[in-house]
Each structure stands twice: as C-alpha cells, then as structure tokens.
C-alpha cells in the first residue's frame, strides 16, 4: 500500500471517529436540552399539572380523605364544600415545588389551609350549637392538616431536590461545553476536506447517528406507554405523569424528525457536490 492511500485510509477514520463523536455530541446534547425543557423545568410540571387538571382532582382527593376524617369526629360531609379550594392546592403546590427546585426540603406548608379549616369549624360549632372541647378542635385541624400536607406531597421529590439544584447550576455549561465541541468538529471536517462533497458526506453520518439514536429512544417511549405503567396512589399525579411523558415523547419524535430532516438534506448536498466533481474528472 503506498503512503499516499495510507494517509488517506487515516485521514477516512479520523474522519469517521469525528463523525461519531459529532453524532453522540448531538445525541447527548438533545437529551440535555429535553432535560432543561422538562425534568429541570418547574413551570414544565406546572403546565402538565394545569392541562392534566391536577389541582382540582388533588383537592377533590384531600376532600374525600377529610370526608373520612369528619366521620369519625361528626363532621357532615357538607361542611367540607368549601375547606379545600384549588386555587389553595395550586398556591401551595406551587410555594411546594419552588423550595424543591432551588434545593430547600421545607415540605408543604399548611398554613393557610390550617387557618381556613380552623374558621370553617369555628362557624360550624356557632351555627349548630356543637359541642367540641378543645382537644377535639385540636384533633381534627391536627389531622386535617396533616391529611392536607401529606396530600400535596410528591413522591420522591424531597431525594431529587438537591439533584434538580445541582443540575439546573450545571446543565447550562454541560450544553455549552457540547456546542462548543460540536461547533469544532463541524469546523475541522468543513476546513480539513479539500473537497466539500466529503464534508457534508460526514455531516450526513453525524446527524444519521443522532437521528438512529433518538428513533431508538423515542420507540421504546411509545412501546413502553410513556410514564402509563407508572404506579402512583394519587390518580391526580398519575395523569399529570402521563400528560408528562406523553408530552417528552411528542418532543423526542420531533427532535428524531428534526434529525432525519438534516441527515437526508446532507445527503442531498452531497449527492450533488460528488456529481458535480465527477463531472469535471
């Protein structure tokens, strides 16, 4: 073999190596970006818990478990009409999640809802006469209370707290740090090949990794059902998951059609720029 094929089958795998970096560089930064948009996103898990209806579907939960808790310390069903407003899950759930995000575990605060069962129980023993001593006042706004908090809560939320802090601080220079390497693969295999058609050639394997890799994932999202085999006691926050995944996968398709889009058009540029040199050979 002479030196000059030599150099050239080395240039071809530097070239390829290149090519597959890019690609993976492409890949990871996509699922980076997913993560930003989404996981690390709280006005994200607010926009899936409106569309899914949570805050009324949580606080129609927190009100059956106080039905049960009224029972047991003659409390009518009625009297719960008005305890639980949504408007208050959704101020609290919101107060809830901005502690999580920015690395605080301060839990649910039941203040609010404390005040307003208080009162509610306060005009309810007025109205009808009842006969509650202070430890059963006591009782019931403790457990109520308790019942309210412990209903907001979001499993697993106070063990990724620090992580979602730790991420949100980091992931900018992670996706920076990608484009930056990405923009110099993109620049040595543009200024390294003397003939172009060869450039977009590597180009085109690139973004046909980046859009195989992301076909894979996005499939197995759709077979595996998205977040739908997720076990979850709420039915509140198990639809708000499936609107969740639902929503990543939708993203994850458009991304691997973003893909495929950019791939076919290299191969496209490609074909012509090889066409027009072998026309000039």
Same mark, same amino acid.
């Given at each position: 073999m002479s030196k000059k094929q030599t150099k050239k089958n080395i240039r071809n795998v530097v070239f390829c190596v290149l090519s597959f970096i890019?690609?993976?560089?492409?890949?990871?930064?996509?699922?980076?970006?997913?993560?930003?948009a989404f996981f690390l996103n709280e006005n994200a898990w607010i926009d899936q818990m409106n569309s899914s209806n949570y805050f009324t579907d949580k606080a129609d939960?927190?009100?059956n478990k106080l039905v049960f808790l009224g029972n047991a310390g003659g409390l009518p069903p009625e009297f719960f009409e008005n305890v639980v407003d949504p408007i208050q899950v959704a101020n609290d759930t919101q107060t809830y999640m901005d502690a999580y995000f920015n690395g605080r575990t301060a839990g649910v605060d039941g203040t609010a809802f404390k005040r307003k069962f208080s009162s509610e129980l306060d005009r309810y023993i007025t109205e009808n006469n009842a006969k509650? +001593? +202070?430890n059963n006042k006591e009782y019931l706004v403790d457990n109520a209370v308790l019942i309210y908090t412990n209903g907001l809560e979001i499993p697993l939320f106070y063990?990724?707290?620090?992580?979602?802090?730790e991420l949100k601080g980091v992931m900018p220079f992670v996706i920076a740090g990608l484009g930056a390497g990405m923009a110099a693969i993109?620049?040595?295999l543009f200024f390294c090949n003397k003939w172009k058609h060869r450039t977009f050639? =590597?180009?085109? =394997?690139?973004?046909?990794?980046?859009f195989l890799s992301l076909l894979a994932v996005s499939i197995y999202m759709s077979v595996a059902g998205g977040l739908k085999?997720?076990?979850?006691?709420?039915r509140a926050l198990y639809d708000t998951a499936v609107s969740f995944g639902t929503s990543i996968s939708i993203a994850l398709w458009i991304l691997t059609a973003f893909f495929l889009i950019i791939a076919l058009l290299m191969y496209v540029i490609y074909s012509n720029k090889i066409r027009k040199v072998s026309?000039? +050979?």
């Open positions: 890019l690609a993976l560089f492409l890949f990871v930064n996509s699922v980076c970006m997913l993560s930003v939960e927190i009100k509650y +001593d +202070d063990k990724l707290s620090e992580l979602f802090a993109v620049l040595v050639k =590597y180009y085109c =394997y690139s973004c046909a990794g980046a085999n997720i076990v979850l006691e709420s026309a000039t +050979d």
